[in-house]
Nanobody, 125 residues
């Protein structure tokens, strides 16, 4: 059974940092691009960042320069280092993976096949 499990969310003050992790299991994810999305209360889910199997990354403009996505293929784990957090970063953060063999990064959630349950990030101002 394919599973993506997020961890690392919590409450942090504005300007602080958090590191999210996404542990993947059930199949190999080496040949899949992976990404982070987020959904704030009352808003649609939006793209945050994505990373290819080789480490190529793309970011939403709203997080460029503050967030860093990475992955450890040996551990089947993806990370999101979030620095200089703002109140508008408050959301549930979701980990997602494309189907096996889909290597390229994309910001469209329609291209992601597997999803985690999400982890809450709350930034207090």
């Amino acid at each position: 059974q394919v599973q993506l499990v997020e961890s690392g969310g919590g409450l942090v003050q504005a300007g602080g940092s958090l590191r999210l992790s996404c542990a993947a299991s059930g199949r190999t994810f080496v040949n899949s691009a992976m990404g982070w999305f987020r959904q704030a209360l009352g808003k649609e889910r939006e793209f945050v960042a994505a990373v290819s199997w080789s480490g190529r990354t793309i970011y939403a403009d709203s997080v460029k320069g503050r967030f860093t996505i990475s992955r450890d293929n040996a551990k089947n784990t993806m990370y999101l280092q979030m620095n200089s957090l703002k109140s508008e970063d408050t959301a549930v953060y979701y980990c997602a993976a494309r189907a096996d063999g889909f290597l390229l990064v994309t910001p469209s959630e329609l291209n992601y096949h597997n999803w985690g349950q999400g982890t809450q990030v709350t930034v207090s101002s």
